[in-house]
């Protein structure tokens, strides 16, 4: 699969930290497709969306939702998530004891790997997977969070779950 340069370069490597080894990020099936469904309709540009679920003993996500993706003039190696989609799925979720705990996008025609724009929107706490989608068909989902002091991204390991 073709890697543009960009993410040879120190700046790209400069935001890829160590695995950790604690802890991994659990995927319900149904989100899988979720996320997989998004990245293929909006192919050749940025599909983004909201995960929802519950962390102890690491991620748990149970649901993604797509949101626009608000950077029309960058959709294709931008998103942007629409803040009043963040807002009513955040509202809803209240006293539910589900949360949102991640943000999920893809990258059309490059490798799942966070990019520098990526650390720039990042929390602490979330959850990041990325959908490497290359001609239209999903190729790789990597899971990430930022490590402790919050500079790098660590790869999770990801578990499927059936439901
Ligand atoms: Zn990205």
């Not at 909006?42 to 748990?60: F, R, T, V």
């Not at 290359?134 to 991204?153: K, M, Q, T």
Request: proline residues 6%; hydrophobic residues 35%; aromatic residues 8%.
């Amino acid at each position: 699969m073709h890697e543009p340069e960009r993410f040879k370069s120190p700046e790209y490597l400069a935001v890829l930290g160590e695995a950790s080894t604690s802890e991994a990020c659990h995927i319900s099936s149904s989100a899988l497709s979720a996320m997989q469904e998004a990245a293929k309709k909006d192919y050749p540009l940025e599909a983004c969306g909201l995960l929802i679920g519950s962390i102890n003993s690491g991620w748990q996500v149970d649901e993604a939702r797509q949101i626009e993706n608000l950077n029309k003039e960058r959709a294709a190696d931008r998103f942007q998530l629409d803040p009043a989609g963040y807002q009513s799925i955040d509202h809803e979720l209240r006293g539910t004891g589900r949360e949102i705990i991640g943000v999920f996008h893809s990258h059309p025609d490059c490798p799942a790997k966070p990019s520098p724009t990526d650390m720039e929107s990042a929390w602490e706490g979330f959850v990041y997977p990325i959908i490497s989608i290359y001609n239209g068909e999903v190729a790789d989902i990597l899971c990430w969070s930022l490590n402790e002091n919050g500079n790098r991204f660590q790869p999770l390991s990801v578990k499927y779950s059936k439901k």
